[in-house]
């Protein structure tokens, strides 16, 4: 065997099947895995260490862990549209309410009704909240995230203009939960 990742899991996360599709049997993973060329992310899930991370591998890795339909959310989302400077110690994960999974890299939101199609973009092998919809989300479940987070989310979105009360509004209006954030917005704008 040779003594490096083959050149089809270079630089890429992939799970043992796609790893076998390729020609390496368990024996040779485990071996990559104790050499440190390659590291085990969660059950059934491997990356090459020479890997540059960036969190968007760990949004892939969390939306391929859970399955879909999922997106990220609240606290990883705020990160990504650079509206906090806490960093997460886990990637959050908007999934329906059925669906169980531990993992110690990961924060699930289970949500009875999700509306899959309100909010949600897909890009890059992820599904992520927009801007609107996270906010909306972290005011709405500020005892996961604190209501200080929450609160400074939305104003830092606001004074950076990447968006406004408006659209806001609106998205708090299509998830059904404009009462309980029209109170957020008023206070904010006087």
Same mark, same amino acid.
């Given at each position: 065997m040779k003594s490096n990742v083959p050149a089809r899991l270079k630089n890429k996360i992939f799970s043992f099947k796609e790893a076998q599709g390729f020609g390496v049997s368990q024996y040779q993973l485990n071996r990559l895995?104790?050499?440190g060329l %390659?590291?085990? !992310?969660?059950?059934?899930?491997y990356r090459d260490t020479k890997l540059i991370h960036e969190p968007e591998l760990d949004y892939r890795m969390a939306i391929a862990t859970v399955g879909i339909p999922s997106?990220?959310?609240l606290l990883s989302a705020l990160v990504h549209y650079q509206?906090?400077?806490?960093i997460p110690k886990k990637v959050w994960i908007l999934v329906p309410q059925k669906i169980r999974r531990r993992?110690?890299?990961?924060?699930?939101?289970r949500k009875r009704d999700p509306?899959?199609? %309100?909010?949600? !973009?897909h890009q890059n092998g992820y599904a992520i909240t927009n801007i609107e919809r996270t906010i909306v989300e972290s005011l709405l479940f500020h005892r996961f995230i604190g209501k200080n987070e929450a609160?400074?989310?939305?104003?830092?979105a606001l004074k950076s203009k990447a968006t406004t009360p408006q659209k806001i509004y609106t998205?708090?209006?299509l998830l059904k939960v404009d009462a309980r954030i029209h109170l957020y917005l008023e206070v904010l704008s006087q």
């Open positions: 895995i104790k050499t %390659v590291e085990k !992310i969660a059950h059934g899930q997106a990220v959310c509206l906090t400077d806490t993992n110690p890299r990961l924060r699930l939101l509306q899959w199609k %309100v909010g949600i !973009i609160i400074g989310a939305l104003k830092r998205m708090a209006r």
